[in-house]
């Protein structure tokens, strides 16, 4: 597995993905199969990735174990996040302005852009950005 840096071209949203290889990421793109992690747009392109060596020592895993073991951590992420954090959707960059600077001490969660989430960082407000994996059914 490797991990790329993905750019929304919607909403300027800058995020990592998992691909196999660099042509599965090309191909899952032009599919329409990778969306963006703020307003699900479908239209997503590459972007500059930081390089990234590992050394292995002991037993591998799989790819498919791997991506397994992957979507199961995003699950228990998603989990914790909804059910510790208060959902405030589109409202996200005024409810952590109106946390921050009250000094509140409450969770939330929710969409921003890139250009309002550079801009809560620049006023000191430190935000992060999950992959928000879609339920099976």
Same mark, same amino acid.
């Given at each position: 597995m490797i991990v790329l840096s993905l750019?929304?071209?919607?909403?300027? &949203?800058?995020f990592e993905g998992w691909f196999s290889s660099?042509?599965?990421c090309e191909k899952q793109i032009k599919k329409g199969m990778v969306e963006c992690t703020i307003c699900n747009s479908?239209?997503?392109e590459k972007s500059l990735s930081k390089p990234n060596v590992a050394v292995?020592?002991?037993?591998?895993?799989?790819? &498919?174990e791997a991506s397994k073991i992957l979507r199961?951590?995003?699950?228990?992420l998603k989990t914790f996040v909804k059910d510790n954090c208060e959902y405030v959707g589109d409202q996200f960059p005024y409810e952590a302005r109106?946390?921050?600077y009250d000094k509140l001490n409450k969770p939330?969660?929710?969409?921003?852009t890139k250009k309002e989430a550079d801009e809560l960082k620049e006023e000191g407000i430190e935000t992060t950005s999950i992959p928000w994996i879609?339920?099976?059914n």
């Open positions: 750019s929304c071209k919607k909403c300027d &949203n800058e660099h042509q599965s479908k239209k997503i292995h020592k002991g037993k591998s895993t799989s790819q &498919n199961s951590k995003l699950k228990e109106r946390i921050h939330i969660y929710g969409h921003a879609k339920e099976e």
